[in-house]
């Protein structure tokens, strides 16, 4: 479960500077691009780390990088060949640099690098090229036997591959949607991911196929079950038969796994302690046997690893990118951890059974006793898979309901993330356009960067971490609707307990009145300003998106001006909060209801509750935040580059030192990272 900008577009437009670095020869902005901007993130810290240490975040980082082809595939079946074309177009063209024609292709193949494949990393919307079909055919005709020189045999090939790309590309009834979350519609067939698959385009594999498929392997007594389908594409074959294609070594993926192992296999000769040596070695073994019963132990012993210093994901973890919520994008993150800053962490960990006595929900849906939960601040070394180039700014795992309930969950909140997103946002006039008076402003200014933390903190280490499952309940009760209930629980819990005074008093606030930034920013993004990352006419469909809406909408429609309202002034309109306290009651209330649904895997209110709340857009009120927003000139979506860790070797091939370097651009990274 991760925490994607919590307080979305206000977050980043609104931060102040809170760390003070060196910024000679660093230049933050790299890219800029359709919707997007590209960033560069800092390390600090990472100079002063051991050779040891800086050895294994080295070979860390080369499988952090090694699967990105798996989420490409994972993304589209045709991802990677669409990948391999545009590039190899883009390395040879020797034609009009300064054409139309030319800029819009160079903008559509960044669009395809930003978001692994041909759909759009937020709204999963298909990207409609703005380059000409004769300049793409053109270019085909041109290079094709340099991008598939094994592929192509003859005319006719050719031709039928040139048409199929052209349908995949231009055409936008073709896979229109890589996660589709319509109501009523079948999930399987309308959504254009390779999780599932067909082998037949006349028997297409359906929802309820899926659906029938999971349900029978579940056994609703098994009080530690493994997640099933988390790492395997769900194929049909021409005689009805469904069976697992396993994402293992030798089996689907197997090529880019053994690249991993072996990276895995290096970074474990130089591994902090016994610890980290036996959290590879287990993850490798999962990786070799596709065992979840493996991944299982890998998690746990994951989650139980407290006290090393570096650390890292990889594998198959989350489930936003299947509408059912059962396969897992491939990802990792490489870290370590900010000493001091995770001390704030740690407060609220060892507080966490007391934020669970306290909750508002009803007693038989609370922990009686909160085990293993710890959380950690943390500088991101190196982003791979669904964490690049966007990535979250706060993750909690393991997802597996019977682990967090046994053995606890770790959370981690990125801070040099965050930091680079606050330095990009300074003085951009944001919050002059949509924050309400100058009292908002100013709070935001002084309370507003501390109080983003704290909800990250909250919504990873306690939030995510807190109720429990009714006995029979299955993790996945919810359905397509799942994430969005989760996330909405977790926010819920965060929001609940900042306008709480324990927070002042454990010394996490300054005072009573400092929740207060956190809660107007989160009422003003999940009512207006995240409609600025929707297209005109579009549904909200992103989990983490329809969440805050829910939200922000469930309290505005159940507690009328008493809370908070949108009022007009000068034709525009704002958020106005009229009461904090009984702002705070509204999130307690949807807490206590949110717990329940999720609880008791009630699926009918988990639907109602997002249909009626979550997706739905004023069309009036959403053609005002963007000709608002459009006056502002900024990109809604920003990413980043990685670093580039470089060894020093003696003349032996031994590693005496581990260069970091800032210095490579967007384009450039794409590149390399497609050659290798």
Same mark, same amino acid.
């Given at each position: 479960?991760?925490?994607?900008?919590?307080?979305?577009?206000?977050?980043?437009?609104l931060?102040?500077?809170?760390?003070?670095?060196n910024?000679?020869?660093?230049?933050?902005?790299?890219? &800029?691009?359709?919707?997007?901007?590209? +960033?560069?993130?800092?390390?600090?810290?990472?100079?002063?780390?051991?050779?040891?240490? %800086?050895?294994?975040?080295?070979?860390?980082?080369?499988?952090?990088?090694?699967?990105?082809?798996?989420?490409?595939?994972?993304?589209?079946?045709?991802?990677?060949?669409?990948?391999?074309?545009?590039?190899?177009m883009?390395?040879?063209?020797?034609?009009?640099?300064?054409?139309?024609?030319?800029?819009?292709?160079?903008? $559509?193949?960044?669009?395809?690098?930003?978001?692994?494949?041909?759909?759009?990393?937020?709204?999963?919307?298909?990207?409609?090229?703005?380059?000409?079909?004769?300049?793409?055919?053109?270019?085909?005709?041109?290079?094709?036997?340099?991008?598939?020189?094994?592929?192509?045999? /003859?005319?006719?090939?050719?031709?039928?591959?040139?048409?199929?790309?052209?349908?995949?590309?231009?055409?936008?009834?073709?896979?229109?949607?890589?996660?589709? @979350?319509?109501?009523?519609?079948?999930?399987?067939?309308?959504?254009?991911?390779?999780?599932?698959?067909?082998?037949?385009?006349?028997?297409?594999?359906?929802?309820?196929?899926?659906?029938?498929?999971?349900?029978?392997?579940?056994?609703?007594?098994?009080? !530690?079950?493994?997640?099933?389908?988390?790492?395997? &594409?769900?194929?049909?074959?021409?005689?009805?038969?469904?069976?697992?294609?396993?994402?293992?070594?030798?089996?689907?993926y197997?090529?880019?796994?053994?690249?991993?192992?072996?990276?895995?296999?290096?970074?474990?000769?130089?591994?902090?302690?016994?610890?980290?040596?036996?959290?590879?070695?287990?993850?490798?073994?999962?990786?070799? !046997?596709?065992?979840?019963?493996?991944?299982?132990?890998?998690?746990?012993?994951?989650?139980?690893?407290?006290?090393?210093?570096?650390?890292?994901?990889?594998?198959?973890?989350?489930? $936003?990118?299947?509408?059912?919520?059962i396969?897992?994008s491939?990802?990792?993150?490489?870290?370590?951890?900010?000493?001091?800053?995770?001390?704030?962490?740690?407060?609220?960990?060892?507080?966490?059974?007391?934020?669970?006595?306290?909750?508002?929900? /009803?007693? @038989?849906?609370?922990? %009686?006793?909160?085990?293993?939960?710890?959380?950690?601040?943390?500088?991101?070394?190196?982003?791979?898979?669904?964490?690049?180039?966007?990535?979250?700014?706060?993750?909690?795992?393991?997802?597996?309901n019977?682990?967090?309930?046994?053995?606890?969950?770790?959370s981690?909140?990125?801070?040099n993330?965050?930091?680079?997103?606050?330095?990009?946002?300074?003085?951009?006039?944001?919050?002059?356009?949509?924050?309400?008076?100058?009292?908002?402003?100013?709070?935001?200014?002084?309370?507003?960067?501390l109080?983003?933390?704290?909800?990250?903190?909250?919504?990873?280490?306690?939030?995510?971490?807190?109720?429990?499952?009714?006995?029979?309940?299955?993790?996945?009760?919810?359905?397509?609707?799942?994430?969005?209930?989760?996330?909405? &629980?977790?926010?819920?819990?965060?929001?609940? $307990?900042?306008?709480d005074?324990?927070?002042?008093?454990?010394?996490?606030?300054?005072?009573?009145?400092?929740?207060?930034?956190?809660?107007?920013? $989160?009422?003003m993004?999940?009512? +207006?300003?995240?409609?600025?990352?929707?297209?005109?006419?579009?549904?909200?469909?992103?989990?983490?998106?329809?969440?805050?809406?829910?939200?922000?909408?469930?309290?505005?429609?159940?507690?009328?001006?008493n809370?908070?309202?949108?009022?007009?002034?000068?034709?525009?309109?704002?958020?106005?909060?009229?009461?904090?306290?009984?702002?705070?009651?509204a999130?307690?209330?949807?807490?206590?209801?949110?717990?329940?649904?999720?609880?008791?895997?009630?699926?009918?209110?988990?639907?109602?509750?997002?249909? @009626?709340?979550?997706? %739905?857009?004023?069309?009036?009120?959403?053609?005002?935040?963007?000709?608002?927003?459009?006056?502002?000139?900024?990109?809604?979506?920003?990413?980043?580059?990685?670093?580039?860790?470089?060894?020093?070797?003696?003349?032996?091939?031994?590693?005496?030192?581990?260069?970091?370097?800032?210095?490579?651009?967007?384009?450039?990274?794409?590149?390399?990272?497609?050659?290798?």
């Open positions: 479960m991760r925490n994607i900008l919590c307080t979305s577009i206000a977050s980043f437009a931060y102040t500077n809170t760390m003070a670095q910024t000679q020869e660093f230049n933050l902005h790299v890219d &800029r691009f359709a919707d997007i901007e590209v +960033l560069r993130y800092q390390v600090p810290g990472f100079e002063e780390l051991s050779l040891q240490q %800086k050895q294994y975040i080295y070979y860390l980082s080369q499988a952090a990088v090694a699967g990105r082809d798996i989420l490409f595939d994972q993304n589209n079946r045709y991802n990677l060949t669409i990948r391999t074309l545009l590039e190899t883009y390395v040879n063209y020797t034609g009009d640099k300064t054409s139309n024609d030319f800029r819009q292709f160079e903008t $559509y193949l960044k669009q395809v690098w930003f978001a692994n494949g041909i759909h759009h990393h937020y709204s999963t919307d298909k990207f409609t090229p703005k380059f000409s079909k004769e300049f793409f055919t053109e270019q085909f005709n041109a290079f094709a036997e340099k991008a598939f020189p094994h592929l192509i045999g /003859d005319a006719n090939t050719k031709t039928m591959l040139r048409e199929k790309f052209v349908s995949v590309i231009f055409d936008p009834a073709v896979m229109p949607k890589r996660v589709n @979350q319509a109501e009523g519609a079948d999930l399987i067939q309308t959504s254009a991911n390779n999780y599932y698959y067909s082998e037949s385009e006349e028997n297409p594999l359906t929802q309820q196929e899926v659906e029938d498929f999971y349900n029978a392997m579940r056994n609703p007594d098994d009080k !530690t079950p493994i997640s099933y389908g988390l790492n395997s &594409r769900l194929e049909k074959l021409p005689s009805g038969a469904l069976f697992e294609n396993v994402w293992r070594l030798y089996g689907m197997g090529e880019q796994i053994e690249t991993i192992i072996t990276w895995l296999e290096k970074a474990k000769t130089v591994a902090e302690n016994d610890s980290q040596k036996h959290i590879i070695s287990l993850l490798i073994e999962y990786y070799k !046997t596709g065992d979840l019963r493996k991944f299982d132990e890998y998690s746990i012993a994951w989650v139980h690893d407290t006290q090393s210093h570096v650390d890292f994901v990889n594998g198959f973890i989350e489930t $936003y990118g299947d509408p059912l919520g396969k897992a491939w990802e990792s993150i490489v870290n370590f951890k900010n000493v001091e800053a995770t001390k704030r962490a740690e407060l609220i960990c060892s507080n966490a059974q007391w934020f669970e006595n306290h909750s508002p929900v /009803d007693s @038989q849906f609370k922990k %009686k006793q909160v085990k293993g939960v710890s959380a950690k601040v943390i500088t991101v070394a190196m982003l791979g898979g669904d964490c690049y180039p966007a990535t979250p700014i706060g993750i909690n795992l393991p997802n597996s019977w682990i967090r309930e046994m053995h606890g969950s770790k981690v909140t990125i801070d993330i965050t930091d680079a997103y606050d330095r990009a946002s300074q003085g951009n006039g944001f919050a002059e356009e949509f924050m309400y008076s100058a009292v908002e402003i100013d709070r935001r200014k002084r309370y507003g960067k109080g983003d933390d704290l909800h990250t903190d909250l919504h990873e280490c306690v939030g995510h971490g807190s109720g429990q499952l009714l006995p029979g309940v299955s993790q996945d009760a919810l359905k397509a609707y799942g994430a969005t209930i989760e996330e909405a &629980r977790a926010d819920l819990f965060a929001l609940y $307990y900042l306008a005074p324990k927070l002042v008093e454990l010394g996490l606030l300054p005072h009573n009145e400092a929740f207060k930034a956190e809660y107007y920013n $989160y009422m993004n999940g009512l +207006l300003t995240q409609l600025i990352r929707i297209e005109q006419g579009k549904d909200i469909e992103e989990s983490h998106m329809r969440n805050r809406a829910l939200i922000a909408r469930w309290v505005l429609a159940h507690n009328g001006a809370a908070v309202e949108i009022v007009e002034r000068d034709g525009n309109h704002f958020v106005r909060v009229n009461d904090y306290g009984a702002l705070r009651t999130f307690g209330n949807l807490l206590a209801e949110i717990q329940r649904i999720k609880s008791t895997g009630d699926y009918d209110a988990a639907k109602a509750l997002v249909e @009626q709340y979550g997706v %739905k857009i004023d069309p009036t009120l959403h053609a005002e935040v963007l000709a608002r927003y459009k006056t502002l000139n900024l990109a809604p979506y920003k990413g980043f580059v990685n670093p580039v860790y470089t060894p020093v070797l003696n003349k032996k091939g031994d590693i005496l030192d581990v260069k970091i370097d800032y210095t490579e651009g967007y384009t450039e990274q794409m590149l390399r990272y497609g050659k290798q």
